[in-house]
């Protein structure tokens, strides 16, 4: 690591190389291409790798030049070299001030770039703590507006009132979710270990948890097996991705969650058989950057399902049309792990909960 200390130490060692070159010069008349060059080269190696004052370098020049150059008229004077021969002099030191100052401008730029980059950081990390406070702050007026909405509801039984009610709680629900996948995506730029997981077991247990929230037909199945992911953030992606599908299907409607492993990796769909989405809205959502408001929400939950798959380095799969149902996903690039092949998938009745499960 360079330091003050480093400097210093380089300039010195480049002090006592050049002198013992500008003797070799003085004493091997004729001769004096070689220690001429290394006096230059490394005058030009030191200055890049290290941090000169200017009166240092200015210094450091006319040293050199007066040296070198007084050297090689004396050479020339005696005839033994010819006089041609001293324009390297001039030369050399205009290429050395050229250097310089790309050098000096190379410095320039960099320290921009760390002003610029410790900005971004604290930019970012008042952002964060922005999202966080407004989050957390949230929560315990939206909890307490609930709380007395429902016990409006219970007080009053006319239609009008549970009706705007009704619109109340919903849009109280809307902002509540919006809290938590701010704070989601917050927790995404977070460093989170992954483990080994069984991942249908984790798919069914998904779906079962879903199953009571919605009058839907549930199905689960999957052939994935064990892999490795944060079971935490893999949820989150997974729970938007089902909510989008119980929002955009009615009550009957089919939802399922799929899971396939095919030899470049393995792939988690959730499949509904709603309204469908239009080929535009999907190469649009393709082609945006996640997070964007879009035609059917904030886009908060599209960027969490973009930042999860990116961190397990795969990508979204998005599918269907209108009327025929919607397929979104994730795909995550992960050879089969070796061993025998996993047995077809045996479709098993759950314990609880009106939801059929395939698992592998």
């Not at 929400?297 to 799969?317: E, F, N, P, Q, S």
Request: some cysteine.
């Amino acid at each position: 690591m360079r330091t003050p200390s480093t400097d210093r130490l380089l300039a010195h060692v480049w002090i006592v190389f050049a002198a013992i070159n500008v003797a070799l010069m003085w004493f091997l008349p004729g001769q004096e291409t070689v220690p001429f060059h290394l006096v230059w080269i490394s005058l030009a190696l030191v200055y890049g790798f290290t941090t000169w004052p200017l009166s240092w370098m200015v210094a450091a020049l006319v040293a050199v030049t007066t040296t070198t150059g007084v050297i090689l008229a004396h050479h020339a004077a005696v005839g033994e070299i010819r006089w041609e021969e001293t324009a390297e002099e001039p030369l050399m030191a205009v290429i050395f001030v050229v250097m310089a100052w790309h050098v000096h401008r190379r410095h320039v730029l960099l320290h921009e770039m760390r002003r610029i980059g410790e900005a971004e950081r604290d930019r970012a990390h008042r952002q964060e703590l922005l999202v966080r406070l407004a989050s957390h702050e949230l929560r315990t007026p939206l909890t307490i507006a609930r709380g007395y909405t429902e016990l409006l509801r219970t007080t009053h039984d006319d239609p009008p009132t549970l009706a705007d009610t009704a619109v109340v709680l919903d849009e109280l629900d809307k902002a509540t979710r919006i809290a938590h996948r701010l704070v989601t995506l917050m927790q995404l730029e977070q460093q989170h270990p992954v483990r080994p997981v069984d991942l249908d077991t984790e798919l069914a247990r998904i779906a079962r948890r879903w199953a009571p929230t919605a009058d839907r037909e549930w199905s689960c199945r999957s052939a994935i097996g064990p892999t490795r992911v944060n079971p935490e953030r893999l949820e989150a992606a997974l729970d938007c991705l089902i909510e989008n599908a119980v929002k955009f299907t009615a009550p009957g409607d089919r939802i399922a969650l799929v899971g396939r492993r095919d030899p470049a990796g393995w792939t988690v769909e959730v499949i509904d058989s709603g309204e469908g989405i239009p080929p535009e809205t999907v190469s649009d959502l393709l082609a945006g950057r996640p997070g964007r408001p879009t035609a059917t929400g904030t886009g908060l939950g599209w960027a969490i399902v973009d930042a999860v798959a990116t961190t397990l380095d795969g990508r979204m799969t998005v599918g269907g049309g209108p009327g025929g149902g919607t397929r979104v996903g994730l795909w995550v690039p992960e050879p089969a792990p070796p061993g025998p092949a996993r047995p077809e998938p045996v479709r098993a009745a759950p314990a609880d909960g009106p939801i059929s499960l395939t698992s592998g």
